[in-house]
C-alpha cells in the first residue's frame, strides 16, 4: 500500500530483497519492521539511523518520518528501546557489509509498533494508517531535500 501510495505521487520506489543490492543508491532508504515484546503493554514507536555518520541528510530524514509518524498515529515514544542492532542496521554498515548501501543514501529503520500489543496491532494492520503516516513523512522529506518536481 506505502508502495502504491508513493507511485500514485510520482516516487519511483524499488522494493528490495532482504540482500541489499551492493552499493545500492537511492534519494532515501526506509526499512520497515514491527516490534513484538513479551511484555504486552509495552507499546510504541521507534526509528534508528546508522550509529556511525554516514551523510548529512541521515539525521534529517529521521527528524521527519519521525514527527509524521508520531503525529498521524498517535504512538507514544519508544526510542529509549532502541537497540545497537537497530543502530548498526547490516543495510547501513557498509564497513563492514557488503551488501549495505551506498553511504550516500539517507537511510532509516522504523519499527512501526508492536505486534504484541493490542493496540499497536490495530494500527499496523490497517492498510491505510502506518502507510499513510510514512508516505507524508517520505513526501515532506523529498520536498525538504529538494528532489520533489
Known sequence: TLRDMLQAEGIVVDVLPATVPENYKADMFVSLHADSNDDSERRGYKSAVSRFERNKNDVLLKQIIDQNYFYFSGFPDD???VTGSMLEYYAFNHRRFKHSLNPKTP?????????????????????INPAYALKIGILSYLQEVGRLR
Open 107 to 127: 537511510a532509516i529503520l522504523v519499527e512501526m509498533g508492536y505486534l504484541s500489543n493490542s493496540e499497536d496491532l490495530a494500527f499496523i494492520e490497517d492498510p
Open 79 to 81: 526510542d529509549g528501546n
